[in-house]
């Protein structure tokens, strides 16, 4: 400690200010609210713990999330749980073949009484967006979600109006091969941070479906257990998640290896690497670590990297899928031996 002379007294200095590092004891925190979440979704969902995992990944990791499934096996229901357990704003888009770009990002309405344009916001200004059958849209309309969730902002008429945080776009979409869908373009696909396939319950899960679900529809009962502002706290936390050097470059080279294989017609993306790294950090601070693993990178590379590749022709007719292709270069990329 420093010492100030004071006339005839030596005077101890204060300490100086250091900043507190929201790392240790708060990733404890983390782990505790999403605690809360979880419980509240999987009072709505049963038997899906994976998923509902994910779901928060995303949620923490500042991220987006498409949910791809066939019909009626609870993406809608899951968007709705995870939305209605935080006290925010939450708005929902109807994907269908008519719907306008305007309808999603807003529109300039001309006032009679004022002779001025105003603005009419579309369906994206809200904490949590559930865009439902996102893939029944054209891809025109599809294409006007690009901006909002890469820069969280919205540009109608060249006035850009910012989009309050967290904001987090949850998607649902049946698969391609389901009649009436149109394919993700490959620029969408990237924005989303994850894609979940929620897959059929179990046959107990199911029978507790059918005795909560059959009389009343729990999700009127569901409470919110946290808000936007704790959120955006969590958020922060997450953020400063250590990662080592060396993780840094494993999550590259997982990455760089999708481009070199020739298997892949389109490999991952930086962006691909990032949001794989930011949800690492999330994962991390759910297990109440202020620190990331390669476990951690390796645990989320099928559902933050899987949706972005396409695989070559000589691939696709080999019936060697994305995940199976992930797989083989999961194997092959050497993990990192982390000192303690």
Known sequence: MGVQETGDQDVESPPPQQTPDPTGADVATVARVAGRIRANIERVIEGKSEVVSAS??????????????????????LSKSLARSIDSTVRRIQFTPDLLPSDVTGVSVYNQQTREFEFRPGGVFANIVIGDEINRASPKTQSALLECMEERQVTVDNVTYHLDAPFMVIATQNPVEMEGTYALPEAQRDRFMARVSIGYPLPAAEIAMLNSHTELNPLDDLEPVTDAAELRKLCAIVGHVHV???VQRYA????????????????????ATLHLVRAAKAFAALHQRDYVLPDDVRALVQPVL????????????????????????????PVPEIRS
């Open 56 to 77: 928060l990944v995303v949620l923490l990791a500042e991220g987006h999330l498409l949910l791809e499934d066939v019909p009626g096996v609870g993406k809608t229901m």
């Open 244 to 246: 080592s050097e060396a």
């Open 252 to 271: 590259v080279a997982l990455t760089s290896a999708t481009r070199e294989n020739p298997e892949v017609l389109l490999g991952a993306s930086p962006r």
């Open 306 to 333: 899987a949706h972005r590749l396409l695989p070559s022709a000589e691939a696709a007719v080999s019936g060697r899928g994305t995940s199976a292709i992930l797989e083989g270069i999961v194997a092959q990329v």
